[in-house]
């Protein structure tokens, strides 16, 4: 039986080529990520990823796995995902249901489920139940806006590059207001044509009622979803933005954590699409979790993804294994969102990149997360490492 002998954390930061912002305050400088290291006493290494959404530093993430989950895990077997996840929620549990803390635990059980796919000889996606498909639509997540840039030309620039690109469905920045969001999507809408999926994020720059206006009108302007329009504490709002009957479908939870963070969510039908983030909500094991509630209300499971080369691949086995919802000619498809902006830990990070043919990203058959990861990128771009 093989045992964790060793577990590093790398917090990483990359100054971006140009600074950026979305809806929220603040101005992105920086990309962040925590990636975890385990080893065992044979020498493999996992690798997992602690999502830094927006302007979160890594060394938090960082600091819960060293102080709190190492000495958990030292010694213990990493075939024992359920237990070890289960052992590491209940220990922090007192002091981080939600946040950087299950970004932690999600970071060990991506990594722990790399190991076990390699001890195993077989690609995540087949343990956890095998795919449904060999291949993901993709969508194109960016459209971040720069100090000085001129929208929503820009925007539209943009859209007609994810086409030529060959992406088919693209996710475009909003909360800017609600005549400037309208007119952004109207530029894009007319750049791509009608047969290109849009969706549009508005990362919870509005309160419920200004939100009623911004659903009826992208309502009528063939939007596929609207993603986080709200706060995400505000579980009645969302249901009520559902209530309103929208062909839209209304799509949240990026900012949510664990099975119990999405109980609401499902129970209440507070949205159509749920968005758990794997390197966020609890790894493989936490949104399988999340998965079984999604699957028993019938609501669509779309995970979010806005991490590492190590999240991004974590996402592409879990998305394979989404059936669609319901299972018919018609049932919803999950799609893969592909971040195109700009982004080291991503394009740098791993040796093998995913494959994008026709339009389609291929799922990997390789051992674990199937990634080589290139040590000298961490160590290049990490400000602290702990437990060397």
């Not at 989950?69 to 289960?86: A, H, K, N, S, Y």
């Not at 939100?211 to 596929?224: C, F, I, K, P, Q």
């Not at 009520?240 to 799509?251: E, Q, R, T, W, Y």
């Amino acid at each position: 039986m093989s045992k964790i002998t060793n577990i590093t954390t790398y917090s990483l930061r990359a100054q971006v080529p140009t600074p950026f912002f979305f809806a929220q305050p603040g101005i992105v400088t920086h990309r962040s990520s925590t990636v975890v290291e385990i080893e065992l006493d044979d020498g493999r290494l996992g690798y997992g990823e602690a999502l830094c959404n927006g302007h979160q530093p890594g060394e938090i993430a960082a600091a819960t796995i060293e102080s709190s989950l190492r000495p958990l895990l030292i010694g213990r077997d990493p075939l024992q995902t359920e237990v070890l996840f289960e052992e590491c929620y209940n220990r922090t549990k007192d002091f981080g249901m939600k946040g950087a803390v299950v970004g932690a635990i999600s970071a060990i059980d991506i990594a722990l489920w790399d190991l076990k796919g390699q001890i195993l000889g077989l690609p995540v996606h087949t343990l956890l139940g095998g795919a449904f498909r060999t291949s993901l639509a993709p969508y194109a997540t960016g459209f971040y806006r720069a100090e000085g840039g001129q929208y929503p030309q820009a925007l539209a620039e943009e859209a007609r590059r994810h086409i030529d690109a060959g992406f088919q469905a693209m996710k475009v920045k909003i909360g800017f207001g609600i005549k400037s969001d309208l007119a952004s999507i109207a530029a894009v809408r007319e750049a791509v044509g009608e047969d290109i999926k849009i969706m549009a994020d508005a990362n919870h720059a509005y309160n419920a009622g200004t939100a009623r206006t911004l659903v009826r009108e992208l309502d009528s302007m063939g939007v596929h979803w609207l993603e986080e329009p709200i706060s995400p504490e505000d579980v009645a709002g969302y249901k009520s933005l559902v209530d309103m009957g929208p062909s839209m479908l209304i799509a949240a939870g990026e900012n949510e954590f664990s099975r119990h963070g999405f109980w609401p969510w499902v129970t209440s039908r507070a949205v159509d699409v749920l968005q758990p983030d794997l390197a966020a909500a609890g790894g493989f094991t936490g949104v399988q979790h999340i998965k079984t509630l999604a699957l028993t209300s019938g609501l669509t499971l779309n995970p979010h993804v806005w991490g590492t080369a190590i999240g991004l691949m974590a996402a592409i086995h879990f998305l394979a294994t989404i059936p669609p919802v319901p299972i018919s000619r018609s049932g919803h498809e999950p799609m893969l969102e592909y971040d195109q902006s700009s982004h080291p830990f991503r394009r740098e990070l791993v040796a093998e990149q995913p494959q994008m043919i026709d339009g389609r990203v291929q799922v990997p058959n390789r051992p674990g997360l199937g990634i080589t990861v290139n040590k000298d990128i961490l160590l290049r771009y990490s400000d602290r490492v702990t437990g060397k």
